[in-house]
């Protein structure tokens, strides 16, 4: 079974450029979630998605970043325009649910993340 | 809010045990999970504890005791494809059920 895909793998851009990743989740899963991971740091919670629906998007810049999940299946996240700061690897995760309480409900699979530069 | 703290880096040596601790402070605990992730890579599930005591998963095992708001993972003949990021990840109803993760505690196996 394919595990969660993601690409680009790497993306080099000048400040103030979009910028967009794309994720396709284990097949099934109805819970997508992009987390954003600084060097050094565990990864953070920047969106979640039942199906379609994003329940929880209360750490997602709204000014610059925005998500969609368009058919409940892939998933693209966006960055326009992008920062200095925004240097980081962008993961994508999903699971069979969310919340459940069971853990082969509940558990994350992540995808091997994009590797954002921005100059 | 929520504070996870484990240690940043550990160094261990092949065939030996690490224990690996991480400590947390939330309310609505629903939840510990481990996770591997080597550099460059995807974190990987190792484990998952949410009653108290030890989960054994072959040469990994995680233990929890929740009224100390305290987990370890002990990592048993280490090996050195054991050298990864290990990150400790709290969940909590009063968070709508997210993971909360640590900062990982880089482990190095040397020979």
């Known amino acids: 079974e394919a595990g969660v895909v993601q690409s680009p793998r790497y993306k080099i851009i000048e400040k103030k450029q979009p910028v967009a990743f794309w994720c396709n989740p284990i097949?099934?899963?109805?819970?997508l979630y992009w987390y954003l991971q600084n060097l050094g740091q565990g990864p953070e919670l920047l969106i979640r998605?039942?199906?379609?629906?994003?329940?929880?998007d209360s750490q997602l810049p709204k000014d610059r970043f925005s998500a969609e999940r368009l058919k409940g299946v892939d998933s693209t996240l966006k960055i326009q325009p992008a920062e200095l700061g925004d240097s980081a690897v962008y993961l994508c995760?999903?699971?069979?649910?969310?919340?459940?309480?069971?853990?082969?409900?509940?558990?994350?699979?992540f995808g091997p993340g994009t590797r954002l530069t921005v100059l | 809010g929520q504070n996870i703290d484990q240690p940043t880096e550990m160094t261990a040596t092949e065939g030996a045990i690490v224990q690996i601790n991480c400590t947390y402070q939330?309310?609505?605990?629903?939840?510990l999970f481990w996770y591997q992730q080597h550099a460059g890579e995807a974190p990987t599930f190792l484990s998952y504890n949410v009653l108290d005591g030890l989960e054994e998963k072959g040469r990994f095992s995680s233990f929890l005791s929740r009224s100390k708001g305290y987990s370890y993972l002990l990592l048993k003949e280490l090996q050195m494809k054991d050298s990864a990021s290990y990150l400790c990840a709290v969940r909590a109803h009063n968070q709508g059920g997210k993971l909360i993760f640590g900062q990982g505690t880089e482990l190095s196996v040397k020979p």
């Open positions: 939330t309310s609505g605990f629903n939840g």
């Open positions: 995760a999903s699971s069979p649910r969310h919340g459940t309480g069971k853990i082969e409900e509940d558990t994350q699979y």
């Open positions: 097949s099934g899963h109805n819970t």
């Open positions: 998605y039942e199906n379609e629906e994003a329940v929880d």
